[in-house]
């Protein structure tokens, strides 16, 4: 799975190793790094907006695109069927971030609303719900009467969180969340991964 996201293309530039810092520093905590989305998780947010009775297959394609600022992006490539079984496109979701595209070939990349099959009523998003991981940690997300966000993890992590759209912030500032195609993605602390519907 790591090697589908370790390909590059000709044109990255090679990162060079950061200095270890003098022991005289102090170095600020860093938050831990994003996991990768199983493919399991990825196959989810491929299907999450199509029309209903869609399929989708994990290619042995190996895609990987890189950014403006030099970096390259991993994908699982996805191969969509309809409901009859005939061969519908491809989808292709980033690696890390779940960000799903409609996949023309070639490194082409366009966006999922363009995609045949997409299905505009199914995308709409809804945050309140359960959502569990997959160590079976779980997050209860509850709306609140004035828009705000409740939100309790299994190990008793709880708060309330301000959303935007599809993005929600701890009303402290150390929880994140972003929530795509029925996946919340929890950054900060030790409840950092991603959180699928129930």
């Given at each position: 799975m790591a090697a589908l996201c370790a390909v590059l293309l000709t044109g990255c530039a090679a990162q060079t190793a950061a200095q270890a810092p003098d022991s005289s520093e102090t170095v600020a905590a860093q938050p831990p790094a994003a996991r990768q989305l199983t493919v399991s998780e990825a196959e989810q947010r491929?299907?999450?907006p199509l029309?209903?009775?869609?399929?989708?297959?994990l290619t042995d394609e190996q895609l990987s695109v890189c950014a403006a600022d030099g970096t390259s992006r991993g994908y699982y490539v996805f191969a969509i069927s309809r409901a009859d079984g005939s061969a519908?496109?491809?989808?292709?979701?980033?690696?890390?971030?779940?960000q799903v595209y409609h996949y023309l070939g070639d490194g082409v990349l366009e966006p999922y609303t363009s995609f045949l099959?997409?299905?505009?009523?199914?995308a709409g998003q809804d945050w309140p719900g359960?959502?569990?991981?997959?160590?079976?940690?779980t997050l209860t997300l509850?709306?609140?009467?004035?828009?705000?966000?409740?939100?309790?993890?299994?190990?008793?992590?709880?708060?309330?969180?301000?959303?935007?759209?599809?993005?929600?912030?701890?009303?402290d500032g150390t929880?994140?969340?972003l929530l795509e195609q029925g996946i919340v993605t929890a950054a900060g602390g030790s409840v950092t991964g991603n959180y699928i519907a129930q």
């Open positions: 491929a299907l999450a029309r209903a009775g869609c399929t989708a297959a519908a496109g491809k989808a292709a979701v980033d690696c890390m971030t779940g099959l997409y299905d505009g009523d199914r359960v959502y569990a991981d997959e160590n079976g940690r509850v709306l609140q009467e004035d828009g705000s966000l409740s939100y309790t993890f299994s190990d008793g992590t709880a708060g309330t969180a301000v959303v935007t759209g599809d993005t929600a912030a701890s009303a929880l994140t969340f």
